[in-house]
């Protein structure tokens, strides 16, 4: 599929719906050249495969990070019409809203580095990490928190309005129905609340090292040389259990309705069919239960900063710049052939990107992240953009290629700390295992489909 990709301009590619029987749309993947010769040949074809469903609209769009995953590939944006398409468990992911919530602070690069070797270790220790971790928390209704988002963090405590103020969907989607969530999820989700995980989650304190666009950074209060802390993670077992769940419900669904499916990972149900509205209302629980669990970390870690700085996370300014999510399904309103119309947008691995709002994007451990904010120009992508860096090696190859322990003596050589629940964790997350995060977001800002604003580069980083 990849030499049937046609060059439009410096950083947008398209694979014509004419080239491949069956293709509903067209296929268009947002990359620079150098971005583009590591994408895999597999990844595109996912894409196609996506172009051939029930009431696809416009395009199929893979951003800079994409790379091969359950049916759709991770970093790409896939939307249907509200009466004529479909909704898929397996189009939005495992890890339902896994995203990111960026934590500002008024702290100094010079006076963070100085104590973060005290620092990271008492993160790792306040902050439960690690496959299967359990939390601290000890929640008596978790039906509370699946309904109520960031509602529910706040009044128990955990975060304060203005959190809720800057986090996407203000921290909790309408319409979550906990009796469309297994036991067995719940079950999962319970103990696991304010926990990391493992794989790529992570949580960094970073440094400001670049300010690039000076008035919106300013209204987020960003400062160059200042320290900030991202937290990467999503719903944890909860989640991965509701798509399971949903992916076996979704088979007999795509036969009952005979949906003729390009790929069998592809399982899907009509988007207004019991089996897609149940799934879209147990999605939105994860979604609730994540934006809570970021918030009750982003809480114990301005506490672990209160310990070691011994000051008031408030007079610290750590402030949410803002908390978004990029494995999600959501009903939004878009202008169509000239007309407004609901359309389902799933965005896996890919992060909302509307005018003038906040769009965060995680590197790999060791490299730079970035703070960028989206545009009008990307209505054409659904306003979105890209999430991350993108890998180009899987976690096994990752594994046996490296040594967490050499990654881990590296970073320290270059004043970066680390600290993990294993040396595997840290193999698999290898820098080299990931795409040039300045290259993918090279690729999006010269698309204007989103800005760069700030450059952060890593000091310290947990793993699970």
């Not at 009431?55 to 769009?61: E, F, K, R």
């Not at 309904?147 to 800057?166: F, L, S, T």
């Not at 509307?354 to 060791?366: E, L, N, Q």
């Not at 209505?379 to 993108?390: D, L, M, Q």
Request: proline letters at 3%.
């Amino acid at each position: 599929m990849k030499d049937k990709l046609k060059k439009i301009n410096d950083t947008e590619w398209i694979l014509s719906k004419e080239l491949r029987e069956g293709m509903n749309v067209d296929a268009h993947i947002i990359a620079n050249d150098l971005v583009m010769k590591q994408m895999e040949n597999a990844a595109i074809e996912q894409l196609t495969n996506v172009a051939m469903l029930p009431g696809v609209i416009n395009s199929i769009w893979g951003m800079p990070d994409m790379h091969w995953g359950y049916g759709l590939p991770m970093g790409a944006v896939g939307a249907f019409d509200e009466h004529e398409g479909i909704i898929s468990s397996g189009l939005t992911g495992f890890d339902i809203n896994c995203g990111i919530n960026l934590i500002n602070t008024n702290l100094k690069y010079s006076e963070v580095q100085k104590k973060l070797k005290e620092l990271i270790p008492a993160l790792f220790k306040n902050i439960p990490c690690g496959v299967g971790s359990k939390g601290k928390l000890r929640v008596n209704d978790i039906h509370d928190v699946l309904v109520n988002g960031v509602d529910w963090a706040i009044e128990q405590g955990y975060g304060v309005k203005k959190d809720k103020v800057r986090t996407e969907e203000l921290g909790r989607m309408d319409g979550a129905d906990p009796l469309k969530v297994s036991e067995t999820a719940k079950k999962r989700g319970k103990p696991q609340l304010g926990t990391l995980g493992a794989g790529n989650h992570f949580l960094e304190v970073q440094r400001v090292s670049d300010i690039l666009d000076s008035k919106f950074a300013k209204k987020y209060e960003l400062e160059k040389d200042n320290a900030m802390i991202m937290l990467h993670c999503g719903s944890r077992g909860l989640g991965h259990e509701i798509a399971s769940d949903y992916l076996k419900i979704h088979e007999e669904a795509a036969k009952k309705y005979k949906i003729k499916l390009p790929d069998p990972q592809l399982v899907c149900a009509p988007a207004q069919s019991k089996e897609g509205q149940d799934y879209f209302a147990a999605m939105k629980c994860a979604v609730n239960y994540a934006f809570a669990n970021r918030l009750v970390m982003t809480q114990w870690i301005r506490e672990t900063f209160e310990q070691i700085f011994k000051k008031e996370w408030e007079s610290m300014n750590m402030h949410t710049v803002y908390a978004i999510a990029h494995n999600i399904c959501k009903l939004e309103n878009f202008k169509i052939d000239g007309k407004k119309k609901k359309i389902y947008i799933h965005r896996k691995g890919a992060t909302r990107s509307y005018p003038d709002t906040p769009v965060i994007i995680a590197g790999s451990m060791g490299t730079a992240s970035y703070l960028l904010k989206g545009t009008e120009e990307a209505e054409r992508t659904f306003y979105s953009s890209c999430h991350g860096a993108g890998r180009v090696m899987s976690r096994n190859q990752a594994i046996s290629q490296f040594k967490g322990n050499e990654i881990k003596r590296k970073l320290a050589e270059e004043g970066r700390i680390v600290q993990s629940t294993s040396p595997e964790v840290l193999a698999e997350e290898a820098p080299e295992a990931y795409k040039d995060v300045d290259e993918v977001v090279d690729s999006v800002h010269n698309a204007k489909i989103s800005l760069r604003v700030a450059r952060m580069v890593p000091m310290g980083t947990v793993k699970g």
